[in-house]
């Protein structure tokens, strides 16, 4: 897979987080970045700049964390309007891509998107903190967890059985 950002260089704003994630487990007593087991791509950084990288073909997530500063905003809104949140499996001639309301594009070529099914309002009887978190909704969706356990316990790593038959869809 290789991944193209464009529009870093010349953003209005910086992304207060920005990384990169192999996913091969999840953690669903967590949420946010916590509950992803994974290995970063250290090429994805906040202040990098425009460019190319190549990335393993292997399950990845894309994050960006944008900044709260609008006063016109609810910090809810604006979290939802400047995040941005790719996750891709490897696929050959398949595109994938993103756009941010900072004017930034992340394409990832070789790459198929994965859609993030939200959940429910009070999932699970959850916090909201869980359940509208798409680190969380995204490790939901793709490993083999119905309950969501309220203390830690053991690391989830394998696939739902609908995507363990994907082919090409390596964990590690």
Not at 122 to 137: M, T, V
Request: charged share 20%.
């Amino acid at each position: 897979m290789h991944l193209t950002i464009s529009g870093l260089n010349t953003a209005p704003m910086k992304f207060k987080h920005l990384w990169g994630r192999y996913v091969h487990g999840f953690r669903p007593w967590k949420h946010c970045i916590g509950c992803l087991v994974s290995n970063t791509a250290p090429q994805i950084y906040p202040e990098m700049t425009d460019g190319s990288i190549e990335l393993q073909d292997r399950l990845f997530y894309l994050c960006g964390v944008g900044q709260e500063r609008s006063e016109k905003l609810h910090p809810e809104l604006a979290r939802k309007i400047t995040n941005v949140h790719l996750a891709v499996r490897p696929r050959k001639g398949s595109v994938a891509a993103t756009g941010s309301s900072y004017g930034v594009t992340f394409t990832i070529q070789d790459a198929q998107a994965i859609t993030i099914e939200t959940l429910s309002a009070d999932f699970q009887g959850l916090p909201k903190a869980h359940w509208r978190c798409k680190n969380f909704q995204f490790g939901y969706q793709m490993f083999d967890v119905d309950e969501v356990p309220r203390v830690p316990g053991e690391i989830v790593q394998s696939l739902r059985k609908h995507w363990s038959k994907v082919p090409g869809l390596a964990l590690r």
